[in-house]
């Protein structure tokens, strides 16, 4: 089986994507995927798709997971930057704010 599709087979298909307070910007998603990673998540704590799971498989990436789970505030200025570029990357309209 390639990795898709054990992820999709095997994952608790009722398990909430994301934990506890779903409408709060926080690292807490990376420290639930190291969680997940070291097979430490309680069954039906989170459920996390092919490109989740690849951020922990990649020895490259999974840096970053790592270092935003320690460091929320390095998460929250990476995403800023980010953020800010897609949308002036996309924004049409001189009053887009």
């Known amino acids: 089986k390639n990795l898709t599709r054990t992820c999709l087979e095997e994952a608790p298909v009722l398990a909430p994507f994301i934990t506890a307070n779903p409408d709060t910007l926080s690292n807490r998603y990376f420290e639930v995927l190291l969680r997940w990673n070291d097979r430490t998540l309680g069954f039906g704590e ?7 799971v690849a951020m922990v ?26 953020y800010q570029k897609l949308v002036d990357s996309t924004a049409t309209s001189m009053y887009r704010y």
């Not at 990436?61 to 930057?81: A, C, G, N, P």
């Open 46 to 52: 989170a459920a996390f798709i092919p490109t989740d």
């Open 57 to 82: 498989v990649d020895e490259g990436l999974k840096q970053h997971v790592i270092d935003y789970s320690k460091d929320e505030e390095l998460f929250f200025q990476r995403f800023m930057t980010a």
